[in-house]
T-cell receptor, first 118, second 116 residues
Framework: EAGVAQSPRYKIIEKRQSVAFWCNPISGHATLYWYQQILGQGPKLLIQFQNNGVVDDSQLPKDRFSAERLKGVDSTLKIQPAKLEDSAVYLC????????????????FGNGTRLTVT | GENVEQHPSTLSVQEGDSAVIKCTYSDSASNYFPWYKQELGKGPQLIIDIRSNVGEKKDQRIAVTLNKTAKHFSLHITETQPEDSAVYFCAATSPWRSSNTGKLIFGQGTTLQVKP
């Protein structure tokens, strides 16, 4: 099966500019996640979608970050305006079931978008 | 909420030796514990997982153990090879309920270097 697709792979922007990332999950996967991975740390969940509805956005900085999942498939994550501390790898992931990650519905990651804010 | 602590942060071994990475979790309701391997420039890849009703699981050179009472779990890699060099992450999640959406909480990662 095709994996989680993300684009672009790299992005360099100046602070206060805006940027958008795109994700196409594994076909048929109900749940989609955006994680932020700062250098030297583990991934941290930003937002979780079940189909096209948000089920967890408690860690999303809503004053500057936004995300949507149109028609329950593709998703975009936007940052506006960007800050220096937003420099990180943004990982999209998906899982099959509608009740999050389980043994029968493991988490699959894309290769991420590396964002550098100067 | 869940918190996962991982040790050590870096680990260097000689080829052929064993490597052990340890994690502790805080939520006693956690029931699924996967391990991911992340190579440079790639996303994390699932390498092995264990459920809370199992104490140990093996897959060729890798094994995971779980101690529910102590709330810790470990990854064991035997006969290490240079291609095992990567960053390894442990993670934990608890069942879907009103206060949890089944998301994975990750440890801080361990950079494993296998010297030829």
């Amino acid at each position: 099966e095709a994996g989680v697709a993300q684009s672009p792979r790299y992005k360099i922007i100046e602070k206060r500019q805006s940027v958008a990332f795109w994700c196409n999950p594994i076909s048929g996967h109900a749940t989609l996640y955006w994680y932020q991975q700062i250098l030297g740390q583990g991934p941290k969940l930003l937002i979780q979608f079940q189909n096209n509805g948000v089920v967890d956005d408690s860690q999303l900085p809503k004053d500057r970050f936004s995300a949507e999942r149109l028609k329950g498939v593709d998703s975009t994550l936007k940052i506006q305006p960007a800050k220096l501390e937003d420099s990180a790898v943004y990982l999209c992931a998906s899982s099959l079931g509608q009740t999050g990650v389980t043994h029968n519905s493991p988490l699959h990651f894309g290769n991420g978008t590396r964002l550098t804010v100067t | 909420g869940e918190n996962v602590e991982q040790h050590p942060s870096t680990l260097s071994v000689q080829e052929g030796d064993s490597a052990v990475i340890k994690c502790t979790y805080s939520d006693s309701a956690s029931n699924y514990f996967p391990w991911y391997k992340q190579e440079l420039g790639k996303g994390p890849q699932l390498i092995i997982d264990i459920r809370s009703n199992v104490g140990e699981k093996k897959d060729q050179r890798i094994a995971v153990t779980l101690n529910k009472t102590a709330k810790h779990f470990s990854l064991h890699i035997t006969e290490t090879q240079p291609e095992d060099s990567a960053v390894y992450f442990c993670a934990a999640t608890s069942p879907w309920r009103s206060s949890n959406t089944g998301k994975l909480i990750f440890g801080q990662g361990t950079t494993l270097q296998v010297k030829p």
